[in-house]
């Protein structure tokens, strides 16, 4: 030490030279410590307290990492707050994530919206050994109920049947699409949790939806983001508050049905997923490790009227709306409806496989519509090695289904809607890795086949009977296909024309 004082006279020069070793030592010591930051992929640097904020648009985090991913390429750490997250763009990051490494990252992170609203329970936003316990109950009862069998076509055509009825009311007058078909989806899933439909007018069923509504708009909401990262914060936002008071509203309405429910189950007459999971309880009531306690069997059955509601309701929105945008491509689908089905039924699961062109519309819709705006949420659930980086167990991962659904290297023109992207140069339907607006691995979409089966039935269904048109006044060109953005997108209120064909 006094050697050191002599050589430095000026006791500044001195702190100065502690200072740097001290954080020489510390980024040694970071950099080779197993959870370091400085062990994830690179990324902008992030200030104090609020990491990266800055530099995000949180309305449209989607286009936001789009245009990072520019600077930083496809892999890179964004801080939120103090919380690093790993972002993933493109096709063949994504796939490496979700299917190559699908056990490392099938966790959702715990953010303070999702857990306040659920408890931690259900299906979406639950976690570890719950989470695949609730999940195979449901993907195994949903199949009973006919989900990817033919057998879900009754349900499903019964609900077209109500639809025609409702736009036939209209008598070829405008009117807005968005709450028939939330209505519409909304009925099959209920048809399939709760054992019953609704009456489009009943006014409990038609807040039901609002709320569902309302609340998949509020959570892709900038509010809501910013409540996540400084949940402290709390008292600043109104928004969390609306989707807290929406969820309690929801949450009374699914408690006294299945209060009333319970009172009529019979294992010998199994109406509905609600029922099902009624009697799993009375069966593993006595077993340790038990899962299917009340607040598991009410938080599903919410989500999945939630998730099965309003991303297929949007799906046939936007379906409609490019029919009357792209009038010749209304017309040919309905050419190859008249062709394979004729008028005297209704369209079938089967048909569909002699249908390419319809198929290879629907199929772009999603795509070019990318329905699922807010990135996907995945959390690693162990300490993991990802092309030379290292993730330490809980690390969150982002994933924009808009950089695969849009990847230049995958699709011939991503920012054109054009049904050929599904087609050979033969018009055979042609499958498309890159096709996942479901996602992919082990958090895939729970409900795919049944949304797959839904948007099929119901598009043909009501292409089937009605050309649609833009309002009086508005030509096709002038259409604005600006989404309405939440955490999924639908089209912007417009009203259109339903006409009977013959
Ligand atoms: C066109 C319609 C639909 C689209 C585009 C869609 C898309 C998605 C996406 C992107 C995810 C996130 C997956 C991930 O994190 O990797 C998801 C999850 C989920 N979806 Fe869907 N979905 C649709 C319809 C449905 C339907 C009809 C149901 C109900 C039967 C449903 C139930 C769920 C559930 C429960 C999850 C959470 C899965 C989990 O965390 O294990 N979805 N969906």
């Given at each position: ?11 500044g ?32 640097f ?35 707050g ?7 763009l ?37 976690h ?28 499903i ?14 008598k ?38 609002q ?71 009375q ?92 990135p ?5 659930t ?69 949304a ?51």
């Amino acid at each position: 030490m006094v050697v050191l004082y002599y050589f430095f006279q000026d006791i500044g020069t001195l702190q100065i030279l502690c200072a740097v070793l001290l954080l020489f030592f510390l980024i040694v010591v970071s950099a080779t410590w197993k959870t370091s930051p400085f062990r994830m992929p690179p990324g902008p640097f992030p200030l104090p307290i609020i990491g990266n904020l800055h530099i995000l648009d949180l309305k449209r985090l989607d286009k936001s990492l789009e245009k990072l991913s520019k600077k930083y390429g496809n892999v890179f750490t964004l801080t939120f707050g103090t919380t690093k997250s790993m972002v993933v763009l493109g096709y063949e990051a994504a796939h490496d994530v979700l299917v190559n490494h699908a056990d490392e990252f099938a966790e959702r992170p715990m953010l303070k919206s999702f857990q306040k609203v659920t408890n931690g329970k259900g299906l979406i936003f639950s976690h570890g050994d719950e989470w695949k316990t609730m999940r195979r109950f449901a993907l195994s009862t949903l199949r009973d109920f006919g989900m990817g069998k033919t057998t879900i076509e009754d349900r499903i055509h019964k609900e077209a049947e109500m639809l025609i009825k409702e736009i036939e009311a209209h008598k070829g007058q405008p009117f807005y699409d968005r709450w028939l078909m939330n209505s519409c989806t909304g009925n099959v899933i209920c048809s399939i949790i709760l054992g019953k439909r609704f009456d489009y007018h009943d006014p409990i069923f038609v807040k039901l939806i609002q709320i569902v509504s309302q609340n998949v708009k509020l959570l892709g909401c900038p509010a809501v983001q910013l409540y996540n990262i400084f949940p402290f914060l709390g008292f600043l936002f109104g928004a969390p508050n609306i989707l807290f008071r929406n969820m309690q509203e929801q949450r009374k309405f699914f408690v006294e049905f299945l209060k009333l429910n319970r009172q009529t189950v019979n294992e010998n007459d199994i109406r509905s997923y609600a029922d099902a999971f009624m009697l799993k309880q009375q069966e593993e009531m006595k077993k340790p490790d038990n899962y299917f306690d009340e607040e598991n069997l009410l938080v599903s059955t919410m989500n999945l009227f939630s998730a099965g509601l309003e991303t297929t309701s949007s799906t046939l929105q936007w379906a409609f709306l490019m029919m009357i945008k792209y009038p010749e491509m209304q017309k040919k689908v309905q050419e190859e409806i008249d062709e394979v089905v004729g008028n005297s039924r209704l369209p079938t699961l089967e048909d569909r496989k002699i249908m390419p062109y319809t198929d290879a519309v629907i199929h772009e819709v999603q795509r070019f519509c990318n329905i699922v705006t807010l990135p996907l949420m995945r959390e690693t659930t162990c300490d993991t090695n990802f092309r030379g980086y290292f993730l330490s167990k809980g690390t969150r991962v982002l994933i924009p289904l808009s950089s695969i659904l849009f990847d230049k290297t995958q699709w011939e023109s991503p920012e054109k809607f054009t049904p050929s992207h599904f087609l050979d140069a033969h018009g055979k339907f042609i499958k498309k890795a890159a096709f996942l607006p479901f996602s992919a691995g082990r958090r895939v979409c729970l409900g795919e086949s049944l949304a797959k089966a839904e948007s099929f039935l119901l598009f043909t269904a009501l292409i089937q009977k009605f050309t649609f048109y833009p309002a009086p006044g508005v030509t096709s060109e002038e259409l604005d296909l600006k989404p309405d953005v939440g955490a999924t997108s639908t089209p912007q209120y417009h009203l259109m024309c339903a006409v009977p064909r013959n």
